[in-house]
């Protein structure tokens, strides 16, 4: 099955700076990954996602790459805002099921 | 307006109790997920329906048993509760299966066994 790894597991930055998470991913025939934000006490919520024929895609402060070669993906938050401090989950649909990486707990100094 | 609502939102039992924690969406969605987040906060698919169909069943004790009486409704009943399950259970909905079908996540039901 999908296994997703998720680095690094923390991650503080100060406000204005860039914040990004890098994920792995094993199974080449995965063709769907979503990020998801998770603020404290509620369910995840998606940010952005990108298919496996699209390299990169950004909407507004947030951008998603990936290396479909390398099986890398990775999110990146630039101008961060104390809002952006929350839990983010990369994930990796392989068939019907998403598998979840282990979550980075991004906080935001102002 | 709320598009996916659990309840309870928090449930705290003894151990060998049984529960059921509902699930229930307006979108107008075909597919239903249970997941469990743990103490880690790791997010971990449980069971999977479509169109009240059971699509994914995990690895999942068979204490844990979901019921969808119809489309827009995902339970979740567990039997003789154990320390271990303990953790936030989420239930989600999408569209349909597989790629591009945004899961919307309800907001958590956390269950701690005493």
């Known amino acids: 099955g999908e296994n997703v790894e998720q680095h690094p597991s923390t991650l503080s930055v100060q406000e204005g700076d860039s914040a990004v998470i890098k994920c792995t991913y094993s199974d080449s025939a995965s063709n769907y990954f979503p990020w998801y934000k998770q603020e404290l006490g509620k369910g995840p919520q998606l940010i952005i996602d990108?298919?496996?024929?699209?390299g990169e895609k950004k909407d507004q402060r947030i951008a998603v790459t990936l290396n479909k070669t390398a099986k890398h993906f990775s999110l990146h938050i630039t101008e961060t805002q104390p809002e952006d401090s929350a839990v983010y989950f990369c994930?990796?649909?392989?068939?019907?099921?998403?598998?979840f990486g282990a979550g980075t707990t991004v906080t935001v100094r102002a | 307006d709320t598009a996916v609502s659990q309840t309870p939102k928090y449930l705290v039992t003894q151990m060998g109790n049984d529960k059921s924690i509902k699930c229930e969406q307006n979108?107008?969605?075909?597919?239903m997920y249970w997941y469990k987040q743990d103490s880690k906060k790791f997010l971990k698919i449980m069971f999977s329906?479509?169109?009240?169909?059971?699509?994914i069943n995990e690895t999942v004790p068979n204490r844990f048993s979901p019921k969808s009486p119809d489309k827009a409704h995902l339970n979740l009943h567990i039997n003789s509760l154990e320390l271990g399950d303990s953790a936030v259970y989420f239930c989600a909905s999408s569209p349909g299966q597989g790629a591009y079908n945004e899961q919307f996540f309800g907001p958590g039901t956390r269950l701690t066994v005493l």
């Open positions: 979108l107008g969605h075909d597919t």
């Open positions: 990108i298919r496996s024929n699209v």
């Open positions: 994930a990796a649909l392989e068939g019907y099921k998403l598998s």
């Open positions: 329906y479509n169109n009240k169909e059971l699509i």
